[in-house]
């Protein structure tokens, strides 16, 4: 017994890490692809050559997002015994807040030094802060996300320790028909169920968002009992089911020459609806099958955090430098040139971030 518990923590140390790799690359190539695309305040792609391709990256780069929530969820619920409400509040947020405010205040400030902006819209980005992150600091949208799912853990693991197989798919059913709201909302109406100018929160609004692959990954980790071989064929076909919808809805929307509204195209990469739940839950269970994971998925792992949140400071230079000015004719044919992009990004930050983690108290800085 003792031999296969540790098994299964090998287990999933190998899936965290290699999950906290995969999503931080996959993210600075999603990005990557959005220097191909964004204009403005639209989206215009340039030829067919780039609809393509940026088709085919942003299909299967946008499962980060929901797959780091899934691995919070998978390492953390239900909480350890004896962990009060307080006490996984205080090491979860000491974690991340410290770093986080470190670089909402970078992304406010810094760029007023090389004149991207002017001092006084720097003061205007400080004062705002406390309420939102700074524009030009997209990417940073994702925590006030992880914020709320660390806030919520403590609340629903007592009913997550003691739930069966059968209660947490009836929640994870309800789920699922929640990620069709988004779809409903653009081709139905804009208010469902109860919706209206007085109340956002709709009939599943308490089924819906985040909350739902919080509870699928517990799900995968207690009550799926599948076989590696199961794993695998079925991960595999949700996977490329997920990213082929969103491959085809990115390649679809962006007809070369033709400016649409940038919520059109996000649609399909939203995370929490049925194309990206699909290739979400596919992806994460190919990673429950990796055994175990080398020092240097390891070592990058521990780095993940920092480089995340620094990425936007190299991927705008970087892109810049490859795209040369002209996204239909870039330095590199667009199918390298992606990619390309998204790995140097990576591996600057990467090497940064190392250098930081070796002065004193640099979990403040990095985590």
């Not at 909302?185 to 308490?206: D, I």
Request: net charge positive; aromatic share 16%; glycine share 6%.
């Amino acid at each position: 017994m003792e031999n296969k518990q540790q098994k299964t923590f090998e287990n999933r140390i190998a899936l965290a890490d290699y999950i906290r790799v995969m999503a931080c690359l996959t993210v600075m190539v999603a990005h990557a692809c959005g220097k191909f695309i964004n204009v403005g305040g639209g989206i215009l792609i340039a030829n067919e050559s780039n609809r393509f391709w940026v088709s085919v990256y942003d299909g299967c780069c946008h499962v980060s997002v929901p797959l780091f929530m899934m691995l919070s969820a998978f390492l953390l619920v239900p909480l350890k015994p004896g962990v009060t409400m307080s006490q996984f509040y205080r090491r979860r947020f000491l974690r991340i807040l410290p770093p986080f405010i470190f670089f909402l205040l970078l992304y406010a400030v810094l760029p007023a030094t090389w004149g991207a902006f002017t001092w006084s819209k720097a003061v205007s980005r400080l004062l705002m802060l406390p309420f939102n992150f700074p524009s030009g600091a997209y990417h940073l949208w994702f925590m006030y996300p992880l914020i709320g799912i660390y806030l919520i853990i403590p609340v629903v693991s007592p009913w997550l320790e003691k739930a069966s197989a059968k209660d947490e798919l009836m929640f994870l059913g309800l789920f699922a028909f929640s990620t069709l709201i988004p779809w409903l909302h653009r081709f139905v109406s804009p208010r469902l169920w109860g919706e209206c100018n007085w109340n956002q929160f709709h009939a599943l609004w308490y089924c819906s968002g985040y909350l739902g692959y919080l509870v699928l990954a517990h799900y995968i980790r207690v009550h799926l009992k599948w076989s590696q071989q199961k794993r695998l064929f079925i991960g595999t076909i949700c996977f490329l089911l997920g990213t082929l919808f969103t491959a085809w809805y990115v390649w679809y929307k962006t007809v070369p020459g033709m400016l649409i509204d940038k919520s059109m195209l996000e649609l399909s990469m939203e995370a929490c609806t049925p194309n990206m739940l699909l290739a979400t839950f596919g992806a994460f269970l190919l990673f429950t099958c990796i055994q175990k994971a080398p020092s240097w998925i390891t070592s990058l792992a521990k780095l993940s955090f920092g480089m995340y949140l620094m990425h936007v400071f190299f991927l705008r230079s970087i892109a810049e430098w490859i795209i040369g000015g002209d996204v239909a004719h870039p330095l590199l044919p667009v199918w390298l040139a992606i990619p390309v992009i998204g790995l140097l990004t990576f591996l600057c930050c990467a090497v940064v971030t190392k250098l930081i983690s070796l002065i004193p108290g640099s979990k403040y800085l990095i985590g």
